[in-house]
């Protein structure tokens, strides 16, 4: 298989391991098609993070860039693709888009880790303690597809990374059955011709060892005719396309025969042969 791999990170967001030069070289002797790194983005200023060591500061962002550029013109056998991984905060839209609008990305990633200030995939113990703040579990994920549904309408973003990523904690389990949220999702997800990635990083971080989305939400994705892109969410060098024979597997289940790829911020295709 020669993965193709979107979702990367390097250790200037301050919680990944190994060097981005070691990522590359991993990938380089794995047959790697794409490596495209999305590193978390600075979030806006004068949001102060709740959690340390989430995201790039500020001040070193010009340096992932650089280095990207860098190991682009070390490594030309390699097709390195620079993304970016970023927050969507709801009192920040206009900021997150300035912001944006400089520097130039093969593609964005747009994520919600964050509801109401709460971390919502850091641990149990913390979410548990800050659950209060949306009631319950359910109040959760109301928030999240609330959120969700505004990020879309931002169009800041190409892909949504981890759709469902409220999931990965036994803590926010939903009470109530999420399907007619995820349709709603779905149908703007097509209406704004965005991109959902199957994210293999769930399958070590969930507490029920599923990609993100779940299968019954590829189900669904693959019906409505959603596309879709292949990240495996690393953050260390030898995590690079975890889990992608499976994530193929699930792909061709249910009948996708292509993904998505970006450079410039435009689509490109691939067939599933092609990996
Ligand atoms: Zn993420
Ligand atoms: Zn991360």
Same mark, same amino acid.
């Given at each position: 298989?020669?993965?193709?791999?979107?979702?990367?990170?390097?250790?200037?967001?301050?919680?990944?391991?190994?060097?981005?030069?070691?990522? %590359?070289?991993? &990938?380089?002797?794995?047959?790697?098609?794409?490596?495209?790194?999305?590193?978390?983005?600075?979030?806006?200023?004068?949001? %102060?993070?709740?959690? /340390?060591?989430?995201?790039?500061?500020?001040?070193?962002?010009?340096?992932?860039? &650089? *280095?990207?550029?860098?190991?682009?013109?070390?490594?030309?056998? #390699?097709?390195?693709?620079?993304?970016?991984?970023?927050? +969507?905060?709801?009192? +920040?839209?206009?900021?997150?888009?300035?912001?944006?609008?400089?520097?130039?990305?093969?593609?964005?990633?747009?994520?919600?880790?964050?509801?109401?200030?709460?971390?919502?995939?850091?641990?149990?113990?913390?979410?548990?303690?800050?659950?209060?703040?949306?009631?319950?579990?359910?109040?959760?994920?109301?928030?999240?597809?609330?959120?969700?549904?505004? #990020?879309?309408?931002? *169009?800041?973003?190409?892909?949504?990374?981890?759709?469902?990523?409220?999931?990965?904690?036994?803590?926010?389990?939903?009470?109530?059955? $999420?399907?007619?949220?995820?349709?709603?999702?779905?149908?703007? %997800?097509?209406?704004?011709?965005?991109?959902?990635?199957?994210?293999?990083?769930?399958?070590?971080?969930?507490?029920?060892?599923?990609?993100?989305?779940?299968?019954?939400?590829?189900?669904?994705?693959?019906?409505?005719?959603?596309?879709?892109?292949?990240?495996?969410?690393?953050?260390? /060098?030898? $995590?690079?396309?975890?889990?992608?024979?499976?994530?193929?597997?699930?792909?061709?289940?249910?009948?996708?025969?292509?993904? %998505?790829?970006?450079?410039?911020?435009?689509?490109? +295709?691939?067939?599933?042969?092609?990996?």
């Amino acid at each position: 298989m020669r993965p193709v791999d979107l979702h990367v990170h390097t250790p200037y967001c301050g919680h990944a391991t190994g060097s981005a030069e070691q990522t %590359v070289q991993h &990938a380089i002797k794995r047959h790697f098609l794409i490596l495209g790194f999305s590193e978390h983005f600075p979030y806006p200023v004068g949001y %102060v993070d709740p959690i /340390p060591d989430c995201v790039v500061p500020h001040a070193l962002w010009p340096d992932y860039v &650089a *280095e990207i550029f860098a190991l682009q013109n070390a490594y030309p056998d #390699l097709d390195i693709r620079l993304g970016a991984e970023v927050d +969507y905060l709801p009192d +920040y839209e206009k900021e997150i888009k300035k912001a944006l609008s400089v520097g130039h990305y093969d593609y964005i990633y747009g994520s919600i880790h964050l509801l109401n200030d709460i971390g919502i995939d850091y641990s149990d113990k913390y979410l548990s303690i800050h659950l209060d703040r949306f009631n319950d579990a359910d109040g959760l994920w109301d928030r999240y597809w609330e959120n969700m549904e505004k #990020l879309i309408r931002l *169009e800041m973003c190409d892909i949504l990374a981890h759709l469902d990523l409220p999931k990965k904690l036994v803590t926010a389990k939903p009470g109530r059955d $999420q399907t007619e949220a995820v349709r709603h999702i779905l149908s703007l %997800v097509r209406e704004y011709d965005l991109v959902i990635e199957i994210n293999t990083g769930g399958i070590d971080r969930t507490y029920n060892h599923d990609p993100y989305p779940s299968p019954q939400i590829l189900q669904i994705a693959s019906e409505m005719g959603i596309q879709v892109t292949l990240g495996s969410d690393a953050h260390a /060098p030898d $995590q690079i396309g975890r889990y992608f024979d499976r994530a193929v597997e699930l792909l061709q289940a249910f009948g996708w025969e292509k993904i %998505v790829v970006f450079q410039d911020r435009k689509k490109e +295709y691939l067939g599933l042969y092609e990996l």
